[in-house]
């Protein structure tokens, strides 16, 4: 049988990610709609953060988006932060926006070019000292339109190169997080195309660089879950870009899509020991054993969310998507393991699958409520923020200034 008290600390002590360009406008190609109350700069984005920790009790950091969340003070941006409740989380590198990309950031056959953008991953690292964030998101939009565009070889020498100046750059406790993604911008090659690929420049360099599985990232039918069970293993998982998708890279709410396999997913972590209660987390033995610090940085695995809410507003868009990974982590927390052994080690394929589909199938929205509730909260966080007046003031406060965006 399940141990309830052991699910409840999980839960308690799950923390997510928040990524600040979600509360920003963003769109598509063919329209990106503004909306009233849009924060114009990274406080009012950290503020609206600080919102969904307030109700959801589950948000732990901010992750910022440079040069969209570049400001003078990155000092007094974390103090602003901290004063709110949340910290800087990964600072994501922006090599996609320059005219000088068109052809590569790293990879770039250009070596000025090449220079300059490994130029900004190191000032993404100086911001990292400036905030006391520990993560470095590296996601390149290199690649190629056209067979013979550029030699595939040559251009992994390059993003090794960059790779390895960044990896040496890195202090104690710090890390990169490589994010690899199908297709688009480019539709031919992508230089980080999979999960192979960034395990192969992560697992070159060493314990500080890690592979970060963007959900939206890959070929449609791909069990994600698989490659979320083999990084585990390996100890090169760092982290989760959350979001849902239908088609392509469609950066919807996590769960929202396909929340089967958010759960699949979540399954595969509690399965690896890195979704412990803290009890067994803070003891090395047992989170050593079940790798909940399995690449050794104290950092075990990050879970963001990298969403757009292009007609949804954007808050409530968030505080839904906490929760939905807060049901799934706890169906998959719920999942009788001892009976799943058993079934699995007998050849019970029907009866392994009944075990995981019981926990599937469990309404585990009263515990959440309750969990809520036991920390002080409102037991649902919607209702909670509708009531509060924050999207009523901060459209009437928001007035004047750029609505923050993608800056595209
Ligand atoms: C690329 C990506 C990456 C971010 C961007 C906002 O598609 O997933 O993680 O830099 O979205
Ligand atoms: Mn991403």
């Not at 926006?97 to 100086?126: F, I, K, M, W």
């Amino acid at each position: 049988m399940t141990d309830l008290a052991a699910v409840r600390a999980v839960l308690a002590a799950q923390r997510i990610e928040l990524p600040s360009w979600a509360f920003g406008n963003s769109g598509t190609r063919f329209k990106v709609f503004a909306q009233q109350g849009v924060p114009r700069d990274p406080f009012e984005k950290i503020a609206d953060a600080a919102q969904v920790q307030a109700l959801t009790g589950a948000v732990s950091k901010v992750s910022l988006h440079i040069p969209w969340d570049r400001v003078e003070d990155y000092g007094r941006l974390a103090a602003h932060a901290a004063e709110l409740g949340v910290g800087i989380g990964a600072i994501n590198a922006n090599v996609f926006q320059d005219d000088d990309y068109l052809l590569g950031s790293v990879t770039n056959p250009d070596p000025r070019v090449r220079r300059r953008a490994t130029d900004h991953l190191l000032e993404c690292v100086d911001i990292m000292d400036a905030t006391g964030s520990a993560e470095l998101k590296l996601w390149f939009s290199d690649g190629t339109n056209y067979p013979g565009q550029d030699d595939v070889r040559a251009r992994q020498d390059r993003l090794a190169q960059a790779l390895a100046e960044v990896y040496a750059r890195l202090g104690d406790g710090q890390r990169f997080l490589l994010e690899y993604k199908l297709f688009e911008p480019a539709f031919y090659t992508m230089d980080v195309p999979d999960w192979g690929t960034a395990f192969a420049h992560c697992a070159a360099l060493g314990p500080k660089a890690m592979v970060v599985v963007d959900t939206g990232h890959h070929a449609p039918g791909t069990n994600i879950e698989f490659i979320v069970a083999l990084l585990l293993r390996a100890g090169k998982l760092g982290g989760f870009d959350f979001n849902s998708r239908f088609y392509a890279d469609d950066d919807l709410m996590v769960g929202a899509a396909d929340p089967f396999q958010l759960f699949r997913i979540l399954h595969e972590c509690v399965g690896a020991g890195v979704l412990l209660p803290p009890s067994a987390a803070t003891d090395p033995l047992a989170a050593g054993q079940a790798g909940a610090d399995h690449d050794g940085s104290g950092l075990g695995v990050s879970y963001l969310l990298d969403q757009c809410h292009n007609i949804e507003p954007k808050i409530p868009g968030q505080l839904r998507s906490v929760m939905n990974v807060q049901e799934a982590t706890a169906k998959a927390l719920l999942v009788d393991r001892s009976a799943l052994q058993v079934a699995q080690r007998s050849g019970d394929v029907l009866g392994a699958n009944a075990v995981l589909m019981d926990a599937y199938n469990t309404d585990v929205r009263p515990l959440l409520v309750e969990l809520r509730e036991a920390g002080g909260r409102d037991g649902d966080p919607m209702a909670a923020y509708a009531r509060s007046g924050y999207a009523q003031r901060i459209a009437a406060e928001r007035v004047g200034g750029a609505q923050a965006g993608w800056g595209a």
